[in-house]
């Protein structure tokens, strides 16, 4: 029985010996971090958006009557560049094409006659205006655009404007009488009589892409006004035919 014991406690020994060498003598479970890491935001992307356009003219009520608009769009490919680390903050800079155009009523003056402006508006002008912009844009967005799936965001800009030239006709009791490309040019011009800006503000949304910061689609709505009316340059128009006109779009765009 002795014998018995005294085997019982040296086991005894011996599993107290182990445990303590297992608790004290063997190192830590290791734990293992993962991290997951966003590809770097470029800070130079370009945008490239397509609107329709809609438009709202007045014309001198004494040489014209009856503005309404015709189907128009603005194209235009921007470079964004990212102005802060918060990744909310943006300048963009690039050039547009927009192609506008009207429909109204007015004199139609033959080569050598008399200019009489009798008050009535027999002659229906159909108008097309093209010119090249060049727009500079703030862009503030509500949320960080590299951390977030969604982001608003709002846009002011300057758009400097160059009139190319206008396509017209001119239409009495549905027979043309005249077809041709017309000057069309700024009555206050700034450097000169095709050119005068634009400013605009816009409202947007983005469908950002965290995983692929170089890709991702938006729209937005813009609204832009002119500072200066412009009149067609040509012998059969009244000499004081000024437009005005402002432009509501519904850009959608990718950037990338």
Not at 165 to 176: A, D, M
Request: net charge positive; with cysteine; aromatic share 16%.
């Amino acid at each position: 029985m002795k014998e018995i014991g005294t085997i019982t406690k040296q086991m005894c020994l011996c599993i107290l010996i182990f445990c303590t060498a297992s608790l004290f003598g063997s190192e830590p479970p290791k734990t293992f971090h993962t991290s997951i890491k966003r590809p770097k935001s470029p800070v130079v992307r370009t945008r490239f958006t397509m609107s329709p356009v809609i438009s709202f003219y007045k014309v001198n009520q004494h040489h014209a009557k009856n503005p309404t608009q015709k189907m128009s769009g603005l194209f235009s490919l921007k470079e964004e560049i990212r102005l802060n680390n918060k990744h909310n903050a943006f300048l963009l800079i690039g050039a547009e094409y927009f192609v506008h155009g009207l429909n109204f009523n007015s004199y139609y003056f033959k080569q050598d006659s008399i200019q009489l402006y009798t008050g009535s508006f027999d002659y229906t002008y159909s108008m097309y205006i093209h010119e090249i912009d060049f727009p500079i844009q703030l862009k503030l967005s509500f949320s960080r655009e590299n951390n977030s799936v969604w982001s608003g965001y709002w846009m002011f800009g300057y758009h400097f404007r160059e009139l190319i030239t206008g396509k017209l006709k001119v239409k009495q009791n549905g027979e043309i009488v005249e077809k041709k490309s017309v000057d069309v040019l700024f009555k206050n011009p700034l450097f000169t009589a095709r050119n005068n800006p634009f400013v605009s503000m816009t409202l947007g949304v983005q469908k950002n892409n965290p995983n692929n910061t170089r890709s991702c689609v938006y729209a937005e709505l813009s609204y832009r006004m002119g500072f200066s009316p412009y009149y067609i340059k040509d012998s059969f128009a009244p000499s004081s035919l000024y437009i005005t006109s402002n432009h509501l779009s519904f850009g959608l765009g990718v950037k990338f």
